[in-house]
C-alpha cells in the first residue's frame, strides 16, 4: 500500500456540536483502501457520530468529509451505492421475511430483484439460515438478525464497510467466519472502518487503530506502533492509558463493598 | 410480497414521477414493502378480535367491516331534506372522530417509524424518492379509510340530493383528510417539540383507547344514530359553533341548498376552506423541523419522580405478607406502565362503566324515570364487574412476557401471596375506582336508600372477583404472549363467569324480597369474603406446588 494511493476517506476539520455539548473537535483523517480500520473509545467519546455523518445522517457539522473523493455535502446520494453499513442496534423491519428484506435492500442499491434474491439466498445459506430464509425476522434470535444484517451491508459488493459492534450476538464459529470474510475483503482493496468495544478483537484484526476521545483523536496506527508509545501490553490497556482511567481498580472495590452491605437476608 | 393494485395503478403515473426527480423502481420497492408491513400489523379496531394468521399476506387495507357499517350508518344523514346543518355537523362530526383517531392509533407507528432513518437512508435513495413514498403512502391509507367511511354515503347523496351537494361534499371530504392529517402531524410536533417521545408514545395509547371506547360505546348506540338524523332540531348559529371544524364542514350546505342564509354561515364555509390549506401550508413549512424531532423519539427519557408512595401505602394496608405487598406493587406499577395492557383493560374499563346504565335507559324509555326509581333497575350496576372479567384475564399478558424468567430465579417459595397481590392490586386499582364513579351516580339516580344495596353489592363483587380468578388457569402475572388463539380457550370460563355474575344479581334481587334480608346478606358475605380470600390462594387449592410453567 502505497501513500500516494488516493484516499477513499478523507475528513478535515471535523467539528460537530448537539444543542448542548461538542461532540466532535476538529477531526483529522485519512483512509485508504484494503485498510481496516479500528475505531475505538469511550462512550459517548463521538464514534457514531463520525460514522453517521458519513452515511448522511446526520447534518449540521462544519469541516469537510469527502468519500470517493467527492465532497459528501453536495446532495447526491450516489456515492452511497458504494458503502455498506452495520448499525449498532439490530434495526430492520422485522414483520419481514429475510427474503423479504433483503431482495428489498438489494433493490435500494439499484440490484435485480432475482439477482438480490438468488445472491442473499446463497450468502444465507453459507451462514447455516437457509431453512430461515423464508421466516419473518422478528422470530430470529440475536444471532441470526446480526447475520442478516451483515449480509444486507454486503450485498451489493461495497468498497467501503462501516461496522458498529458487527459481531455482537455472534457465536465463535460464526465469529470466525466473519473475521476471516474482512480480512479477504481488505485484501481485495475494500476499506472496513470497525468500531467496537471488545479490545481483543480490534487489535487482533485492525491494520490500523483509532482511537478518539472528548471528540478528538488521541492516537493513530497500526497495533505494534500504539505499543512503541505506550508501555502498556495490550490494546486494552492502551485504551486506559490514554483515556486517562486508571481507577478501576477503586471503583470495583467500591461496587463490591456496597454488595456486601446490610444485614444478611435468610 | 403481494403486487398491489394501487402500485399497478402508480405504474401508469411513473413517468410522471420521473420528471419529479423521483426514483420510481425504487419508489415502487418501497411502497410495496410499507404496505406488505401494514397488512401484518393488527389495526386497533379489530385488536380485541381474531388475529390474523401467520403467514397469509392479507391485503394491507383490508377494507374493515366496522368502518363499512359506520359507512353505511352515516347514509342516514344525507337522506333527510333540508336541516343540512344540523345533520351534516353530525355526519361530519363522526367522521372527523372515526378518521383522525383511526390515524393516529393504526398510523403513528407508521409516520413516526424510526427505523427508517437507520434503513432507508444510508441507503443510496435521494430524498424526494423517500418523501414521496412517505407521502404516497399516508396517502393511499387515507383515501381507503375515508372511502369506506364516506363513500356510502357519497353515493347516495348524488342520487338523492343532486349533483351540487355531491359535489361540495366530495370537495369537502379531501379538505376534512386535509384537516385531520395536517392538524395531527402539527400536534405531535408540539408534543415533540415541549415533550419526549415517550409522552408521545402513552398519548398514543389514550387515543388508542378512546377509539376504543368510542367503538364498543358507539355500537351500543348505533340503533339510536337513525332517530338522531330523524331529529329536526333547528340549529340556531352561535359563536361556540367557530370552534367545531365538524359546523365549518355544513355550512356550505346550508349556505348553498337552505333555506337560512346568516353571515355568520359564510364565515364558516370560508374557514372550511381556509384552515384546512392554510394548515397544510404551515405543515410543509415545518417538515425539516418534524424530521429532526422524531430523532426524540430514540432518545432516552429523563428519569421519572417516584410515584410509588400511594401503592406502598396500600401495600401496607392491604396485604398480610411482605411478599404479597412486594407483589402488589408490582402488579400495580405494571398496570400503570404497560401500554398494551391499557389498551385492552380499558376500553373494557369504559364499557363497564356505561353498560348499567345503557340497560337502565332501555328500560327508561317504557316508563318514567319515577317509575326506575322505585324498581331494582340498580341490579344492572352488577354489569359493571365485566371490568374483572377481562382485568383478570389480561393480567397474565406482557408485550415483555420473556422476563418472566424472573420468576424462576428469584427465591418465592410458594405462589399464593403472588397470586393475592396480583388480585389485591386489581380490584384496588381497576374495580374500586369504577365502583365508587358508579355507585356515586347511581346515589344521584336512585337516591340514597341505595346506600346498604350498595355495600351488598361491593361485597359481592369482592367475592366475584375471586371466582374469575379462580375460574381461568392459573398464570404468573405478565408471564404470557398475548395471542388471540388461546383467548378462546378462555370462552368457556367467561360464559361460567357471566352466569355467576348474573346469579349474583339475582341473589341480591331475591334477597330483597324479603324483610331486613339485606341486614342478612350483608354478614353472610363478609364471611364468605374472608373465607374465599384465605382459601383460593392457598397451595393446597392451586394443585400444583410448584410454579406453573412458563411458555417462553
Known amino acids: 500500500m502505497s501513500l500516494a494511493e488516493e484516499p477513499v476517506i478523507s475528513i478535515a476539520g471535523l467539528w460537530m456540536n448537539y444543542s448542548d455539548r461538542m461532540v466532535l473537535r476538529g477531526i483529522d483523517l485519512a483512509v485508504y483502501p484494503g485498510q481496516i480500520i479500528g475505531y475505538i473509545g469511550p462512550n459517548g467519546a463521538g464514534k457514531s457520530t463520525t460514522v453517521k455523518i458519513m452515511l448522511g445522517l446526520v447534518e449540521g457539522y462544519t469541516g469537510t468529509v469527502s468519500i470517493f473523493g467527492r465532497d459528501i455535502a453536495d446532495g447526491d446520494a450516489a456515492y452511497k451505492k458504494r458503502i455498506g453499513y452495520v448499525p449498532e442496534v439490530a434495526e430492520m423491519y422485522d414483520s419481514l421475511t429475510a427474503r423479504e428484506y433483503l431482495t428489498f435492500i438489494g433493490e435500494l442499491y439499484g440490484m435485480k430483484r432475482a439477482e438480490a434474491d438468488a445472491k442473499a439466498e446463497k450468502l444465507m445459506g453459507l451462514l447455516n439460515l437457509e431453512r430461515a430464509y423464508d421466516m419473518r425476522i422478528a422470530s430470529f434470535s440475536k444471532g441470526m438478525k446480526q447475520k442478516v444484517l451483515l449480509i444486507s451491508s454486503m450485498l451489493h459488493d461495497p468498497d467501503i464497510l462501516f461496522l458498529d459492534e458487527p459481531l455482537s450476538g455472534l457465536d465463535a464459529n460464526s465469529v470466525m467466519i466473519v473475521k476471516e470474510i474482512f480480512a479477504s475483503l481488505a485484501a481485495r482493496g475494500k476499506t472496513i472502518f470497525y468500531s467496537s468495544h471488545i479490545m481483543d478483537v480490534v487489535e487482533k484484526i485492525s491494520s490500523r487503530i483509532i482511537l478518539i476521545d472528548g471528540g478528538d483523536i488521541v492516537a493513530d496506527g497500526s497495533f505494534a506502533e500504539l505499543k512503541e508509545q505506550s508501555k502498556e501490553g495490550s490494546l486494552e490497556g492502551i485504551f486506559n492509558e490514554l483515556t486517562g482511567f486508571d481507577k478501576y481498580r477503586d471503583i470495583a472495590g467500591e461496587f463490591v463493598a456496597v454488595i456486601g452491605e446490610g444485614a444478611r437476608h435468610e | ?552
Open chain 2, 1 to 552: 410480497m403481494n403486487d398491489f393494485f394501487v402500485l399497478r395503478l402508480l405504474d401508469r403515473l411513473q413517468g410522471g414521477f420521473r420528471r419529479m426527480g423521483v426514483d420510481y423502481p425504487v419508489l415502487r420497492s418501497i411502497l410495496q414493502l410499507k404496505l406488505t408491513m401494514d397488512g401484518r400489523r393488527t389495526p386497533t379496531v379489530l385488536a380485541g378480535g381474531k388475529e390474523s394468521k401467520q403467514n397469509t399476506d392479507g391485503s394491507p387495507f383490508r377494507i374493515q367491516w366496522i368502518y363499512l357499517l359506520l359507512g353505511l350508518a352515516l347514509i342516514a344523514f344525507v337522506v333527510p331534506e333540508g336541516n343540512y346543518l344540523f345533520s351534516m355537523s353530525i355526519a361530519f362530526g363522526i367522521a372527523m372522530f372515526m378518521i383522525s383517531t383511526t390515524l393516529i392509533s393504526d398510523f403513528s407507528s407508521v409516520m413516526l417509524d424510526l427505523r427508517d432513518k437507520n434503513i432507508l437512508f444510508v441507503r443510496p435513495v435521494n430524498r424526494r424518492t423517500l418523501n414521496m413514498a412517505k407521502s404516497l403512502h399516508i396517502m393511499i391509507y387515507l383515501f381507503t379509510l375515508t372511502l369506506t367511511i364516506m363513500g356510502p354515503s357519497l353515493l347516495v347523496s348524488l342520487f338523492r340530493q343532486g349533483v351540487l351537494f355531491f359535489l361540495i361534499y366530495a370537495a369537502e371530504v379531501i379538505l376534512m383528510d386535509c384537516l385531520i392529517l395536517v392538524f395531527t402531524g402539527l400536534i405531535y410536533l408540539l408534543i415533540l417539540r415541549v415533550f419526549d417521545g415517550e409522552k408521545l408514545k402513552d398519548i398514543i395509547n389514550y387515543v388508542q383507547i378512546i377509539l376504543s371506547i368510542g367503538i364498543t360505546v358507539g355500537y351500543q348506540l348505533i340503533s339510536r344514530l337513525f332517530d338522531m338524523a330523524d331529529l329536526s332540531i333547528s340549529f340556531k348559529p352561535a359563536w361556540w359553533q367557530y370552534f367545531l371544524a365538524p359546523v365549518w364542514f355544513a355550512s356550505p350546505f346550508e349556505r348553498l341548498l337552505g333555506e337560512t342564509r346568516s353571515s355568520n354561515l359564510t364565515v364558516m364555509a370560508v374557514l372550511a376552506l381556509v384552515i384546512p390549506v392554510l394548515l397544510l401550508a404551515v405543515y410543509i413549512k415545518l417538515m425539516p423541523l418534524f424530521e429532526r424531532s422524531l430523532q426524540k423519539l430514540a432518545e432516552q427519557g429523563v428519569g421519572g419522580k417516584d410515584s410509588g408512595r400511594l401503592p406502598r401505602r396500600l401495600s401496607e394496608i392491604v396485604c398480610r405478607s411482605k411478599e404479597e405487598a412486594m407483589f402488589f406493587r408490582f402488579t400495580w406499577s405494571m398496570m400503570r406502565n404497560e401500554r398494551d395492557f391499557k389498551l385492552k383493560v380499558y376500553p373494557t374499563f369504559g364499557l363497564s362503566l356505561i353498560l348499567p346504565f345503557i340497560f337502565i335507559f332501555n328500560s327508561l324509555s317504557s316508563g318514567k324515570m319515577d317509575a326506575v326509581r322505585n324498581s331494582r333497575a340498580f341490579l344492572f350496576i352488577y354489569f359493571s364487574a365485566l371490568l374483572m372479567m377481562t382485568a383478570v384475564q389480561m393480567l397474565r399478558y406482557s408485550t415483555s412476557y420473556k422476563a418472566a424468567w424472573i420468576y424462576k430465579a428469584i427465591p418465592i417459595r410458594e405462589t399464593a401471596p403472588v397470586y393475592r397481590g396480583m388480585l389485591k392490586a386489581a380490584v384496588l386499582r381497576l374495580l374500586l375506582p369504577l365502583f365508587v364513579i358508579e355507585s356515586a351516580i347511581f346515589l344521584w339516580l336512585f337516591g340514597v336508600r341505595l346506600v346498604p344495596h350498595l355495600i351488598i353489592v361491593l361485597l359481592s363483587l369482592l367475592v366475584y372477583s375471586v371466582l374469575c380468578f379462580r375460574l381461568l388457569p392459573k398464570a404468573l402475572p405478565f408471564s404470557e404472549k398475548y395471542s388471540a388463539a388461546r383467548q378462546k380457550d378462555f370462552t368457556g370460563s367467561a360464559f361460567l363467569q357471566l352466569f355467576i355474575l348474573i346469579l349474583f344479581a339475582g341473589l341480591h334481587y331475591l334477597v330483597t324480597l324479603i324483610p331486613f334480608g339485606i341486614y342478612i346478606y350483608a354478614p353472610i358475605l363478609v364471611i364468605a369474603n374472608w373465607w374465599i380470600w384465605s382459601v383460593s390462594f392457598s397451595d393446597a387449592v392451586s394443585e400444583p406446588r410448584q410454579i406453573p410453567t412458563l411458555r417462553l
